[in-house]
């Protein structure tokens, strides 16, 4: 995994489905435009570029469009293991 993590929201009625990263997220249509119009600028050495350390929080930014139950699946690594979270949640409206 190469990212922080990963969570799927979804909705006890299968009315809502996310799958949103701790970055956001976007539509696929979406980035694949905006890698083919970056291409050309971001064509560096990538033996240059330094990784950040992770941090030890994770947030993923996410808004329910409804009200009603929900199930989260989240997925973090955690000491090189990715580790997989089950959580229920109500939101009120």
Do not use: C, W
């Not at 694949?32 to 950040?52: P, Y």
């Not at 930014?61 to 690594?77: E, I, T």
């Amino acid at each position: 995994m190469g990212m922080a993590g990963h969570l799927i929201v979804l909705r006890s009625d299968g009315s809502v489905f996310a799958h949103v990263h701790p970055a956001g997220s976007v539509a696929m249509a979406s980035l694949e435009l905006a890698e083919k119009s970056l291409a050309a600028s971001t064509m560096q050495d990538m033996a240059s570029m330094h990784q950040v350390p992770l941090s030890s929080e994770v947030a993923f930014p996410y808004g329910f469009p409804q009200a009603g139950d929900y199930r989260l699946f989240v997925q973090v690594k955690r000491k090189n293991q990715i580790q997989t979270g089950i959580f229920d949640a109500h939101v009120e409206p």
